[in-house]
Antibody, heavy 119, light 109 residues
Framework: EVQLVESGGGLVQPGGSLRLSCAAS????????MHWVRQAPGKGLVWVSH????????RYADSVKGRFTISRDNAKNTLYLQMNSLRVEDTAVYYC????????????WGQGTMVTVSS | EIVLTQSPGTLSLSPGERATLSCRAS???????LAWYQQKPGQAPRLLIY???NRATGIPDRFSGSGSGTDFTLTISRLEPEDFAVYYC??????????FGQGTKVEIK
């Protein structure tokens, strides 16, 4: 079964850091572009960042540029999101998701991990 | 950046009725790089339609997508109880940013 499982969310104070992980299983991880998408409580979906299979192409939404860093370890079938200088407005459920065949739709989603930024 | 506007915000219908959801783009989405997702409370989104009109794996044929350019439609031919959810459109034409619409909630009347 193709699966993505996120972890690493939690409560952090403004200005703090968190590292999210997304473990992939059931498919060959390395060729696929991967994305992070977030959803603030009661709000819609917002694309955050993506990375291609070998890590040579990376993009960020303007709202997180300079603060978040996406990375991957293909040997461990894992995608990461390092989040620094967190703000209250970063509070959201963070989903990792797989791109069908870049550029293409997102066909596999993790269950999400909640990040709460609050003092 | 391509902005997607979905309408209506909420659609109140009964099981068995037909649902028509609209997604309008601020500029043309080439190659029909338009997808639709379903999201139920507490769950991750699920891909329904890609390439504007192609059903994803395992999606029932009561779901259909159509449109091109700036106007796209998701149709649910006969609503089943499990179809009441929020639906999002997404464009993946305007790389390197992907944008979603604000969502349409389909609720039981």
């Amino acid at each position: 079964e193709v699966q993505l499982v996120e972890s690493g969310g939690g409560l952090v104070q403004p200005g703090g850091s968190l590292r999210l992980s997304c473990a992939a299983s059931g498919y060959n991880f390395s060729p696929f572009w991967m994305h992070w998408v977030r959803q603030a409580p009661g709000k819609g979906l917002v694309w955050v960042s993506h990375m291609n299979g070998d890590g040579t192409t990376i993009r960020y939404a303007d709202s997180v540029k300079g603060r978040f860093t996406i990375s991957r370890d293909n040997a461990k079938n894992t995608l990461y999101l390092q989040m620094n200088s967190l703000r209250v407005e970063d509070t959201a459920v963070y989903y990792c998701t797989r791109d069908r065949g870049h550029p293409d739709a997102f066909d596999v989603w993790g269950q999400g991990t909640m990040v709460t930024v609050s003092s | 950046e391509i902005v997607l506007t979905q309408s209506p915000g909420t659609l109140s219908l009964s099981p068995g009725e037909r649902a028509t959801l609209s997604c309008r783009a601020s500029q043309s989405v080439s190659s029909s790089y338009l997808a639709w997702y379903q999201q139920k409370p507490g769950q991750a989104p699920r891909l329904l339609i890609y390439g504007a009109s192609n059903r994803a794996t395992g999606i029932p044929d009561r779901f259909s997508g159509s449109g091109s350019g700036t106007d796209f439609t998701l149709t649910i031919s006969r609503l089943e109880p499990e179809d009441f959810a929020v639906y999002y459109c997404q464009q993946y034409d305007s790389s390197p940013t992907w944008t979603f619409g604000q969502g349409t909630k389909v609720e039981i009347k």
